[in-house]
């Protein structure tokens, strides 16, 4: 292979990547630790924690790789294909697993296989959005076909925590907890819908918005900073059900949520990159 031939790898972007990718190991630490501490019958609260945590913390990394990637005009195939295996690992294995570990081994055989079509779904999820990046389709949009990867562990991951905060001082999640075989299989379910979401690639570092929301965006990360335990669930959850309500919202309204000018809608790739 010639010098011109290798693949360009900007150190920021995939830096970023690289941390997306140590959480998703580091929570599958946790998760194996938790599994083998329920075998001395001690509570495995605590690392289940740092394993939900972890997630929440990959997806974050998620976000920060691809706007430094578009900030910087650094996007690559090398960069595509390096998140999409990380978030294989973050967003489709750890939650997985860590479902699998907290319930659906209460369901012997069927649980395996409620953890597998997850993961399935996942990495054809991936697997179909770099098809939708090489093929720049001729109708370019801002949008996601189906519920990113990133955002549905967000949403298992956050419920998780919120369910263990409700909780707190038991040694394992109320009987309650085997909703989340059911969120599993429709999370699985609607990564592959048709249902559209916004990618946001509209709101970056460059952004101008008025004081008062620039406030209100303060607020909400101090928020959700102090109140980790719920507030995730509930941005998460409101972006899944967003995508619902989506088409029933005037356009001027939507630009207005989703920072896109219609000049930008025009000019992006259909899922160009899942952050």
């Known amino acids: 292979m010639s010098p011109q031939d290798e693949p360009k790898i900007y150190l920021l972007p995939n830096l970023m990547t690289a941390g997306n990718l140590f959480c998703g190991f580091a929570a599958m630490r946790s998760i194996i630790e938790a599994a083998l501490v329920i075998q ?17 913390g990959a997806c974050v990394f998620d976000l920060l790789d691809g706007r430094l990637a578009r900030l910087g005009g650094k996007e690559s195939p090398f960069g595509r294909e390096f998140d999409s295996l990380a978030d294989v690992v973050s967003f489709g294995i750890a939650p997985a697993m860590l479902v699998y570990q907290i319930v659906l081994r209460d369901f012997a055989r069927a649980g395996w296989l409620i953890a597998f079509v997850y993961l399935l ?8 959005f770099n098809c939708y990046a090489i093929a720049k389709s001729d109708k370019p ?13 967000g949403v298992i991951a956050s419920l998780t925590l919120f369910m263990l905060w409700m909780e707190e001082g038991s040694k394992e999640i109320g009987a309650w907890k085997f909703a989340l075989a059911g969120l599993m299989l429709f999370l ?88």
């Open 40 to 56: 001395q019958g001690l509570s495995a609260v605590e690392l289940y924690h740092q394993a939900l945590l972890f997630i929440l």
């Open 121 to 128: 779904c996942g990495v054809l999820r991936l697997a179909r």
């Open 141 to 153: 949009t801002n949008e996601f076909i189906g519920f990113p990867i990133p955002a549905a562990a």
């Open 188 to 275: 699985s379910f609607m990564m592959f819908s048709h249902v559209r979401y916004p990618s946001f690639k509209g709101l970056g570092w460059r952004t101008q918005r008025s004081l008062p929301r620039f406030l209100l965006i303060i607020v909400i990360i101090l928020v959700g900073a102090m109140f980790y335990q719920w507030v995730p669930a509930l941005l998460f959850v409101s972006f899944l059900i967003y995508g619902f309500v989506r088409p029933f919202i005037s356009k001027a309204i939507r630009h207005e949520i989703e920072d896109e000018d219609e000049d930008e809608e025009a000019a992006e790739s259909p899922e160009e990159k899942e952050s």
